[in-house]
């Protein structure tokens, strides 16, 4: 996965509010990199921390869900053969 798609992958597995180990279940991803992108799209205002009683939760902002909606499927990779060729 792509920086960006570790990103936007994250943001869908948000739809409601997840600890981390559901985040990492729904994106099979190391426990390190969850952490740094976890880091890196709160420091964007995509997510927050929500401490509910002893468990931290996360949630999307407003502006990650716009994130999540804007490139929902539009990531799609076509495959080689589908390219147009130039000569």
Do not use: C, H, M
């Not at 869908?12 to 729904?26: F, M, R, V, W």
Request: aromatic fraction near 6%; hydrophobic fraction near 35%; charged fraction near 30%.
């Amino acid at each position: 996965l792509s920086r960006l798609e570790l990103y936007l992958e994250i943001l869908k597995s948000i739809e409601t509010l997840s600890n981390i180990a559901d985040i990492q279940e729904k994106t099979n991803v190391d426990d390190k990199v969850l952490q740094n992108a976890i880091a890196f799209l709160e420091k964007q205002n995509l997510i927050e921390k929500v401490n509910k009683g002893n468990e931290v939760l996360y949630r999307n902002t407003e502006n990650g869900v716009k994130v999540s909606r804007f490139f929902g499927g539009k990531l799609e990779v076509s495959p080689k053969e589908a390219l147009p060729q130039y000569p």
